[in-house]
């Protein structure tokens, strides 16, 4: 089945530390994004990809890491700089084109201890 | 700044009548327009969408339209059904900015009551 993978579903950060979501698709998709949900907010963009080997900033990309080293993955890394880290965190992918619907992962709940 | 609004943080509707879900947005660049549905603890899942050239869209029980001249678009479920029940999210993309990034609203929850 083709779709997008996110791992894992719960996520505990302790102060001070950086933990990584993974995110990977098999759809063929040139173009990846990271989004943030806040209770009662959309989903605001944190970093995008619309190649391998290159990643943009979107509207909220301090305190985030992304990398982009294969077609199929794009790992986003929360660290330490980032103070209010608890939301749930979604992945998704497209052809980067416009005009289309991007495919959404199933979500990682961030959580700080 | 919000260039996509849903004012209307929740609808509660009676099972069997029309729920409709309202959207403005601010930025004359936006020619593609969306809406998602979102469960608790779950990712989006496409709903249907509209093109900046057209006025209306219709998929089964699900009809968008688009109002370019009050940059509003509005969704219609009819007839509303208990597992429509969830989160709605209106999206918009510009198609010139060639990078396929989504800009959301901040959702409607819409209670479908049997």
């Known amino acids: 089945d083709g779709g997008i993978t996110q791992s894992p579903k719960y996520l505990f950060r302790k102060e001070g530390q950086n933990v990584t979501l993974s995110c990977e698709q098999n759809?063929?998709?040139?173009?990846m994004y990271w989004y943030r949900q806040d209770p009662g907010q959309g989903l605001r963009l944190i970093y995008y990809?619309?190649?391998?080997?290159?990643?943009q900033k979107g509207d909220i990309a301090e305190g985030y890491s992304v990398s982009r080293e294969k077609k199929e993955s794009f790992p986003l890394t929360v660290t330490s700089a980032q103070k209010n880290p608890t939301a749930f965190y979604l992945c998704?992918?497209?052809?980067?084109?416009?005009?289309?619907?991007?495919?959404f992962g199933s979500g990682t709940q961030l959580s700080v201890l | 700044d919000q260039q996509v609004k849903q004012n209307s943080p929740s609808l509660s509707v009676q099972e069997g009548r029309i729920s409709i879900l309202n959207c403005d947005y601010t930025n004359s660049m936006f020619d593609y327009f969306l809406w998602y549905k979102k469960y608790p603890a779950e990712g989006p899942t496409f709903l249907i969408s509209?093109?900046?050239?057209?006025d209306k869209n219709e998929d089964g029980r699900f009809t968008v339209f688009l109002n370019k001249s009050a940059k509003h678009l509005s969704l219609h479920i009819v007839p509303s059904q208990p597992g429509d029940s969830a989160v709605y999210f209106c999206?918009?993309?510009?198609?010139?900015?060639?990078?396929?990034?989504?800009?959301f609203g901040q959702g409607t929850t819409l209670q479908v009551k049997p």
């Open positions: 759809l063929n998709h040139d173009a």
């Open positions: 998704a992918s497209g052809t980067g084109t416009g005009r289309e619907k991007l495919f």
């Open positions: 999206a918009a993309s510009e198609w010139t900015s060639n990078t396929g990034k989504l800009i």
């Open positions: 509209i093109s900046s050239i057209k």
């Open positions: 990809s619309q190649i391998v080997n290159d990643f």
